[in-house]
Protein backbone atom coordinates (compact mmCIF):
# COMPACT_ATOMS: atom_id res chain seq x y z
CA UNK A 1 0.00 0.00 0.00
CA UNK A 2 1.54 3.21 -0.94
CA UNK A 3 1.86 5.98 1.74
CA UNK A 4 -0.80 8.53 2.61
CA UNK A 5 -0.59 11.89 0.81
CA UNK A 6 0.97 14.62 3.11
CA UNK A 7 -2.47 16.79 2.14
CA UNK A 8 -4.83 14.15 3.66
CA UNK A 9 -5.77 14.30 7.55
CA UNK A 10 -7.59 11.12 7.63
CA UNK A 11 -8.32 8.02 5.23
CA UNK A 12 -12.45 7.90 5.02
CA UNK A 13 -12.39 4.69 2.72
CA UNK A 14 -9.52 2.55 2.18
CA UNK A 15 -9.01 1.30 -1.70
CA UNK A 16 -9.79 -2.54 -0.50
CA UNK A 17 -13.12 -0.91 1.00
CA UNK A 18 -13.52 0.66 -2.13
CA UNK A 19 -13.14 -2.01 -4.31
CA UNK A 20 -15.17 -4.88 -2.08
CA UNK A 21 -18.25 -1.92 -1.86
CA UNK A 22 -18.24 -1.35 -5.75
CA UNK A 23 -18.19 -5.04 -6.44
CA UNK A 24 -21.22 -5.42 -4.49
CA UNK A 25 -23.00 -2.59 -6.24
CA UNK A 26 -22.13 -4.32 -9.61
CA UNK A 27 -22.80 -7.72 -8.59
CA UNK A 28 -26.22 -5.78 -7.38
CA UNK A 29 -26.73 -4.11 -10.47
CA UNK A 30 -26.45 -7.46 -12.44
CA UNK A 31 -29.08 -9.09 -10.94
CA UNK A 32 -31.41 -6.61 -11.02
CA UNK A 33 -31.01 -5.84 -14.88
CA UNK A 34 -30.59 -9.58 -15.97
CA UNK A 35 -33.13 -10.56 -18.61
CA UNK A 36 -33.99 -6.77 -19.36
CA UNK A 37 -35.19 -6.62 -22.93
CA UNK A 38 -34.02 -2.72 -23.30
CA UNK A 39 -30.25 -2.18 -23.20
CA UNK A 40 -28.86 -0.87 -20.62
CA UNK A 41 -26.57 2.56 -20.51
CA UNK A 42 -24.08 3.96 -17.41
CA UNK A 43 -24.00 7.23 -17.83
CA UNK A 44 -20.80 9.02 -15.64
CA UNK A 45 -21.25 12.62 -14.53
CA UNK A 46 -17.64 13.89 -15.33
CA UNK A 47 -15.85 14.56 -13.92
CA UNK A 48 -15.41 13.22 -10.85
CA UNK A 49 -17.27 10.39 -11.09
CA UNK A 50 -14.92 8.81 -13.90
CA UNK A 51 -13.13 6.38 -11.84
CA UNK A 52 -16.13 4.98 -9.83
CA UNK A 53 -17.75 4.27 -13.23
CA UNK A 54 -14.98 2.73 -14.63
CA UNK A 55 -14.62 0.33 -11.49
CA UNK A 56 -18.23 0.21 -11.46
CA UNK A 57 -19.18 -1.02 -14.97
CA UNK A 58 -16.49 -3.89 -14.77
CA UNK A 59 -18.38 -5.37 -12.38
CA UNK A 60 -21.65 -5.87 -14.43
CA UNK A 61 -21.64 -8.78 -16.04
CA UNK A 62 -24.36 -7.60 -18.88
CA UNK A 63 -24.00 -6.21 -22.12
CA UNK A 64 -24.02 -2.28 -21.48
CA UNK A 65 -23.22 1.19 -23.45
CA UNK A 66 -20.75 4.10 -21.43
CA UNK A 67 -21.64 7.51 -22.18
CA UNK A 68 -20.26 10.87 -20.43
CA UNK A 69 -22.16 14.18 -19.18
CA UNK A 70 -20.34 16.68 -18.22
CA UNK A 71 -21.66 19.23 -15.84
CA UNK A 72 -21.05 22.29 -14.28
CA UNK A 73 -22.66 23.40 -10.59
CA UNK A 74 -19.72 23.62 -8.34
CA UNK A 75 -16.99 26.02 -9.82
CA UNK A 76 -13.35 24.99 -8.06
CA UNK A 77 -15.29 25.63 -4.27
CA UNK A 78 -17.04 23.57 -2.21
CA UNK A 79 -20.68 24.72 -2.59
CA UNK A 80 -23.35 23.30 -5.11
CA UNK A 81 -24.88 26.64 -7.05
CA UNK A 82 -28.20 24.23 -7.97
CA UNK A 83 -27.92 25.49 -12.01
CA UNK A 84 -26.96 22.59 -14.33
CA UNK A 85 -24.93 23.83 -17.05
CA UNK A 86 -24.21 21.19 -19.30
CA UNK A 87 -21.22 21.12 -21.10
CA UNK A 88 -21.39 18.13 -22.86
CA UNK A 89 -24.83 16.11 -23.13
CA UNK A 90 -24.90 12.08 -23.63
CA UNK A 91 -23.71 11.16 -27.05
CA UNK A 92 -26.01 8.41 -27.59
CA UNK A 93 -29.67 7.70 -28.36
CA UNK A 94 -30.80 6.97 -24.83
CA UNK A 95 -34.37 6.41 -25.70
CA UNK A 96 -36.33 3.22 -24.54
CA UNK A 97 -33.22 2.39 -22.66
CA UNK A 98 -32.63 1.72 -19.13
CA UNK A 99 -30.30 4.24 -18.09
CA UNK A 100 -28.06 4.21 -14.59
CA UNK A 101 -26.58 7.37 -13.88
CA UNK A 102 -23.12 6.85 -12.15
CA UNK A 103 -22.32 9.33 -9.48
CA UNK A 104 -19.65 10.10 -7.32
CA UNK A 105 -21.42 11.82 -4.32
CA UNK A 106 -24.72 13.00 -3.85
CA UNK A 107 -24.50 16.16 -1.07
CA UNK A 108 -27.49 18.77 -1.76
CA UNK A 109 -28.62 16.70 -4.19
CA UNK A 110 -29.44 19.67 -7.09
CA UNK A 111 -27.03 18.66 -9.62
CA UNK A 112 -28.53 15.22 -9.55
CA UNK A 113 -31.93 16.10 -9.61
CA UNK A 114 -31.54 18.48 -12.32
CA UNK A 115 -29.63 15.45 -14.38
CA UNK A 116 -32.43 12.87 -13.89
CA UNK A 117 -34.85 15.91 -15.33
CA UNK A 118 -32.89 16.18 -18.07
CA UNK A 119 -32.10 12.73 -19.07
CA UNK A 120 -35.68 11.86 -18.39
CA UNK A 121 -37.28 14.28 -21.05
CA UNK A 122 -34.91 12.06 -23.59
CA UNK A 123 -37.55 9.06 -23.14
CA UNK A 124 -35.10 6.38 -21.56
CA UNK A 125 -37.21 3.27 -20.67
CA UNK A 126 -35.84 4.04 -16.91
CA UNK A 127 -33.41 5.97 -15.06
CA UNK A 128 -31.79 4.72 -12.04
CA UNK A 129 -28.83 6.25 -9.65
CA UNK A 130 -25.91 4.53 -8.17
CA UNK A 131 -24.36 6.99 -6.22
CA UNK A 132 -21.22 5.96 -5.08
CA UNK A 133 -21.36 8.07 -1.67
CA UNK A 134 -24.18 9.42 -0.07
CA UNK A 135 -23.16 12.60 2.14
CA UNK A 136 -25.41 12.94 5.38
CA UNK A 137 -26.23 17.05 5.40
CA UNK A 138 -29.84 18.87 6.05
CA UNK A 139 -30.54 20.75 2.91
CA UNK A 140 -31.21 17.87 0.67
CA UNK A 141 -33.15 17.54 -2.43
CA UNK A 142 -34.88 14.12 -2.07
CA UNK A 143 -33.39 11.75 -4.45
CA UNK A 144 -34.06 8.16 -5.03
CA UNK A 145 -30.85 6.79 -5.75
CA UNK A 146 -31.31 2.87 -5.78
CA UNK A 147 -27.59 1.83 -5.47
CA UNK A 148 -25.60 3.62 -2.98
CA UNK A 149 -21.74 2.55 -1.89
CA UNK A 150 -21.53 4.34 1.38
CA UNK A 151 -22.92 7.05 3.81
CA UNK A 152 -20.48 9.39 5.00
CA UNK A 153 -20.29 12.08 7.28
CA UNK A 154 -20.92 16.03 6.25
CA UNK A 155 -17.41 16.77 5.21
CA UNK A 156 -15.20 17.75 2.69
CA UNK A 157 -14.06 14.30 0.73
CA UNK A 158 -11.17 14.13 -1.80
CA UNK A 159 -10.22 11.02 -3.95
CA UNK A 160 -11.16 8.34 -6.13
CA UNK A 161 -12.37 10.54 -8.63
CA UNK A 162 -13.34 13.44 -6.08
CA UNK A 163 -10.97 16.60 -6.28
CA UNK A 164 -10.56 20.01 -3.98
CA UNK A 165 -9.73 23.03 -6.93
CA UNK A 166 -9.16 19.58 -9.52
CA UNK A 167 -6.29 18.03 -7.29
CA UNK A 168 -6.39 14.53 -5.23
CA UNK A 169 -8.63 12.93 -7.92
CA UNK A 170 -6.08 10.26 -8.22
CA UNK A 171 -5.96 8.79 -4.89
CA UNK A 172 -7.13 5.36 -4.75
CA UNK A 173 -8.83 5.82 -1.52
CA UNK A 174 -11.30 8.37 -0.08
CA UNK A 175 -9.78 11.23 2.50
CA UNK A 176 -10.51 14.19 3.99
CA UNK A 177 -8.12 16.60 3.38
CA UNK A 178 -6.15 19.09 6.38
CA UNK A 179 -7.61 22.37 7.08
CA UNK A 180 -4.19 23.91 6.52
CA UNK A 181 -4.68 22.82 3.04
CA UNK A 182 -7.64 25.01 2.10
CA UNK A 183 -6.25 27.95 3.87
CA UNK A 184 -3.54 27.79 1.25
CA UNK A 185 -5.72 27.22 -2.08
CA UNK A 186 -8.09 29.88 -1.18
CA UNK A 187 -5.76 32.60 0.59
CA UNK A 188 -3.48 31.89 -2.00
P1 LIG B 1 -24.67 18.52 -5.10
O1 LIG B 1 -25.38 19.19 -6.24
O2 LIG B 1 -24.55 19.41 -3.89
O3 LIG B 1 -25.25 17.17 -4.74
O4 LIG B 1 -23.18 18.37 -5.57
C1 LIG B 1 -22.70 17.21 -6.09
C2 LIG B 1 -21.35 17.43 -6.72
O5 LIG B 1 -20.53 18.27 -5.91
C3 LIG B 1 -20.62 16.12 -6.81
O6 LIG B 1 -20.85 15.50 -8.04
C4 LIG B 1 -19.18 16.53 -6.61
O7 LIG B 1 -18.59 16.84 -7.85
C5 LIG B 1 -19.24 17.77 -5.78
N1 LIG B 1 -19.01 17.48 -4.33
C6 LIG B 1 -19.91 17.45 -3.34
N2 LIG B 1 -19.35 17.13 -2.17
C7 LIG B 1 -18.03 16.93 -2.43
C8 LIG B 1 -16.91 16.55 -1.61
O8 LIG B 1 -16.98 16.30 -0.39
N3 LIG B 1 -15.71 16.45 -2.25
C9 LIG B 1 -15.56 16.69 -3.60
N4 LIG B 1 -16.58 17.03 -4.39
C10 LIG B 1 -17.80 17.15 -3.82
MG1 LIG C 1 -19.16 15.67 -9.76
Known amino acids: MQAMHPDIERVLITEDEMRERVAQMGQAITRDYAGQEAGIIVVSVLRGAAIFMADLV ?16 YGSGVKSSGVLNVQKDVSSDIAGKHVIIAEDIIDSGLTL ?7 RAMGPAS ?10 TSNQVEIDARYVGFEIEDEFVVGYGLDYAER ?3 LPYLGVL ?9 GQ
Open 127 to 136: VQVAALLHKN
Open 168 to 170: YRN
Open 113 to 119: SKTIEHL
Open 58 to 73: REIHLPLEMDYMAISS
Open 178 to 186: KPAVYATVD
